[in-house]
């Protein structure tokens, strides 16, 4: 079992940037893959991207690449999701998700861990 809290979140003006972490409770995080997902008002969850257990290449949707980046840190079992160049459509809910494994995931049934998320509000 694991339990995912979200921070970070916040209001911030189009070309910003913020840092989302997600703290895991338990003792096996290094063998669990993460992933972020962002669910906009009206729309279906959408995947942001996700790193292995190991963080070794993680990987992304094409709406995020070079501009998000994840990183984990096993030792204070957290996960990251650097986001820079903010865009007035990044504004949504953010939630990271965890799964057993070691792969990253990009199908969301895949995780069926799920924090409470974060929202993000980008202003143009």
């Known amino acids: 079992q694991v339990q995912l809290v979200e921070s970070g979140g916040g209001l911030v003006a189009a070309g910003g940037s913020l840092r989302l972490s997600c703290a895991a409770s338990?003792?096996?995080?290094?063998?669990?893959?993460m992933g972020w997902f962002r669910q906009a008002p009206g729309k279906e969850r959408e995947f942001v991207g996700t790193i292995g257990w190991s963080g070794s290449t993680p990987y992304y949707a094409d709406s995020v690449k070079g501009r998000f980046t994840i990183s984990r840190d096993n030792a204070k079992n957290t996960v990251y999701l650097q986001m820079n160049n903010l865009k007035a459509e990044d504004t949504a809910v953010y939630y990271c998700?965890?799964?057993?494994?070691?792969?990253?995931?990009?199908?969301?049934?895949?995780?069926?861990?799920w924090g409470q998320g974060t929202q993000v509000t980008v202003s143009s």
């Open positions: 338990g003792r096996t995080f290094s063998s669990y893959t």
């Open positions: 998700a965890a799964a057993y494994g070691s792969s990253g995931y990009r199908n969301r049934g895949m995780y069926p861990y």
